[in-house]
Every structure is written in C-alpha cells, then in structure tokens.
C-alpha cells in the first residue's frame, strides 16, 4: 500500500522509520517544515514527499499533528485525498475529535479510524524519532457505529506489521475516560512536581524514585494543553480524586496520626499489589 505519514514530529517520524524498516509498504511523508521533511527522505525514512495535491495517491493516511492542528488540517485538505481511501488519526484524546473527523471524511467518502499508539519519549520531534518506538506497546483504535470494519483491519493489522504487542478496542469516551488517568494525570502531577523550591537542592539526593516522578515534566506544553482542553471532564474527575486522596495524607502527618498513615499507605500498596497481579496476568 501507499501510505502517507503526515507531521514527522516523534509519533510521525517514528511511523516512518518502523514502516520502512518492517513493511514493504511505500512510505510518504509530508511536514511543514521543509528541513524536517529532508531529513526524513535523507535517512530512508520515506521515500517522496507528497505535496496536498499528491495526498490522492495514499490509500492510508496518518495523521500525527496536535489534536486541534489535526482537525484544522483536515478541514483544508480533504478535498485532496482519494475517496474510500483510509484516514487515522493518533491524537490522544479521541471523544470531540473523533466526532469531529468522522463528520468531515464522512463527507467525502472517506474511511476514518481513530487511533492512539501507546508510545512517547521523553523529548519531541523527528530528531528524536526511532524505529523501534512501538515495539512491545499497545495501539488502541476507537471504532464507532459509522466504522468501516474493513478500513479497521486494515489499520490493525499495520500496526502489527509495525510491531504493537496489543491491538485494544475501545469507545472513544471510555479512551478518554482511562487515558485521564493513566496519562493526562500523570503529566500534570510530574510538572506541579517539579516546581518545589527544593528541585535546586536535588543534586545527589536522587534516584529512581525521583527520576521516575518528573521524567515526563519535559513535555510539550502546546500539545499537552491541547489534550487537557480536549478531555476536561474526564482529568477534573481525576483531579478532584488526586486532590481528595493527598489531602487524608496531609492530615494523617499533620495529626501525628502514624496508624491512620500507616493504613494509607497499606491501602495504595494492596491496591498496586493487585493491579502489578492482573497485569501480569494479562500478559
């Protein structure tokens, strides 16, 4: 098949690279940024770069921008993709987008999958970007009552081809629902971390637990807005439990109160214990 990666950013660049590597499809690429985009065809990555008018010659098309760009580019391009051609996007919010991007490709003929390849690093960009990104991950897809079955599989079985461990089916409310959790939240909590006074004594007082907890501070604070924006209900509820939970910890030490401390944290160990079982379970 031809398929199209359009932005060549981390996520984007990564497709490329794994594409090439793994498959036999041709791999074209399109970036604004026309430095990104030549270092993408220098290193093998794809093969062309496709202006708009070329997009018709894709029968797959990802779409790796920021939520809000995605439905932005979209809009002012649709009408140069091929009908009954495949478009997927990999945001990682997927209710309003969804929604969004299936009204516009609906228009035209197109089929629309949402997607969210479970994958990151710690820094953005193509430089950045490498061929075994998504080795091992999970690639959930977010069909909805209007999918076309056979685009669906045809998107699931690429990215085996790319090498995702797992292929999960999920709504894209329920998506939104977890992903507040296991992701959004995460990122907020690493980046209030990280603005303690104390981060400038860290030197030599740190390890793993540290290291793990504002790893991914480093985020793009662009993207990641956008995300939060996106999915609002879903993080305050996460929020809120957050907010509720810290503050039994603050009065337990305030109060001197060791058993009450004691049983807290019992009750996040158990709780870890038991998701550590099921995971493993699972695998």
């Known amino acids: 098949m031809n398929i199209l990666i359009i932005g060549l950013g981390l996520i984007g660049g990564s497709f490329c690279k794994t594409l090439s590597k793994k498959t036999n499809h041709n791999i074209f690429g399109y ?45 002012e391009n649709v009408s140069h993709f091929r009908g009954n051609s495949v478009i997927a996007d990999v945001c990682g919010v997927k209710g309003s987008i969804s929604a969004q991007m299936s009204e516009i490709t609906m228009s035209h003929n197109i089929n629309y999958i949402g997607t ?27 069909p909805t009552e209007s999918t076309d079955m056979e685009s669906l599989e045809t998107v699931k079985k690429i990215a085996t081809e790319m090498g995702f461990k797992k292929i999960i089916t999920a709504s894209p409310e329920n998506h939104d629902k977890t992903i507040a959790y296991t992701s959004q939240l995460a990122h907020i909590v690493s980046s209030a971390y990280v603005k303690s006074p104390s981060i400038e004594n860290e030197s ?31 993080l305050l509820n996460e929020l809120d439990t957050l907010i509720s939970n810290l503050a039994k910890y603050r009065e337990a030490i305030a109060d001197s109160d060791a058993d009450k401390l004691t049983e807290l944290l019992r009750e996040g160990r158990i709780i870890k214990e038991r998701d550590l079982s099921i995971y493993s379970n699972r695998k």
Not at 46 to 70: G, M, N, R, W
Not at 117 to 134: H, I, K, Q, T
Not at 205 to 229: C, H, K, P, V
Request: glycine share 6%.
């Open 31 to 75: 970036d604004k940024d026309n430095i990104t985009s030549q270092k993408a065809l220098n290193d093998g990555s794809i093969i062309s770069v496709l202006s708009p008018e070329k997009f018709i010659q894709a029968d797959v098309t990802f779409i790796c921008l920021h939520p809000t760009v995605s439905i932005n580019f979209l809009k």
């Open 116 to 142: 969210h390849p479970m994958a990151g690093r710690e820094f953005g960009g193509y430089d950045y970007s490498v061929e075994n990104l998504f080795d091992n991950a999970s690639f959930i897809v977010t």
């Open 204 to 234: 030599g007082f740190t390890a793993g637990s540290f290291q793990d907890m504002t790893r991914i501070a480093t985020l793009n604070e662009n993207m990641w807005s956008d995300l939060f924006m996106q999915n609002q209900k879903p």
